[in-house]
């Protein structure tokens, strides 16, 4: 079974400055890691995954998130974030036989300050 | 192409009822999956179809079932509804294992 616990609950930035959000997991099999982010009263939309070569994966809006294998974890980063990336943010996984069964961090609730 | 669409967008229920929520997913996808999402417990893997067979299944009661049409639209039932039903509903479709999942916006249901 795997697990994946996201450090921070809320994390408040200014715009224009840069941000992490911290993911870890837990699991016994190799897996697929993935950033997802809910806007309010939406679905959640796939930001970006790492499903195996390259460690460091990134996403068309300037999010990047790097797979550390030996810390076990996939922390999601942007170097300069915009009002329009308020959001809350989920990190999952999946083991690469049961691709479609989710797990799903509690959620990172990200504010930006003007 | 379309996205994936849910029906209804809103429901809301009276404890003892069941329900039935609807998906339709993206044209050519095949794989369809439910989660639940609360506040409480955050986002749960209900289940997932597959060319109108369950292939995954999570941690939820037998009040909870599903099924796949064969056009790959979905549907999933919760009978003897209780006031912890009450969530966001989420959809996603995929057109197989090992790619990637696509969501919907979710079918809000509150229990009374």
């Known amino acids: 079974a795997q697990s994946v616990t996201q450090l921070d609950s809320q994390v408040p930035v200014f715009e224009e400055a840069p941000v992490e959000l911290r993911c870890n997991y837990s699991s016994s099999v190799s897996v697929y890691l993935f950033w997802y982010v809910q806007y309010p009263n939406q679905g959640l939309q796939l930001l970006l995954k790492?499903?195996?070569?390259?460690?460091l994966v990134e996403s068309i809006n300037g999010f990047e998130a790097e797979f550390n294998k030996s810390q076990t974890s996939f922390h999601l980063r942007k170097p300069s974030v915009h009002i329009s990336d308020t959001a809350e943010y989920f990190c999952?996984?999946?083991?690469?036989?049961?691709?479609?069964?989710?797990?799903f961090g509690q959620g990172t609730r990200l504010t930006i300050n003007p | 192409k379309a996205g994936v669409t849910q029906t209804p967008r809103y429901l809301i229920k009276t404890r003892g009822q069941q329900v039935t929520l609807s998906c339709s997913p993206i044209?050519?996808?095949?794989?369809v999956s439910w989660y639940q999402q609360t506040p409480g417990q955050g986002l749960q893997f209900l289940f997932e179809y597959f060319s109108e067979t369950q292939r995954n299944k999570g941690n939820f009661p037998g009040r909870f079932s599903g099924r796949q049409f064969s056009n790959s639209r979905s549907e999933m039932n919760v009978s003897t509804l209780e006031l912890g039903d009450s969530a966001l509903y989420l959809c996603a479709s995929s057109w197989d294992s090992q790619e990637t999942q696509y969501f919907g916006p979710g079918t809000r249901l509150l229990v009374l």
């Open positions: 790492y499903l195996s070569g390259s460690t």
């Open positions: 044209s050519g996808h095949r794989s």
């Open positions: 999952a996984v999946s083991d690469v036989w049961g691709a479609q069964k989710l797990v």
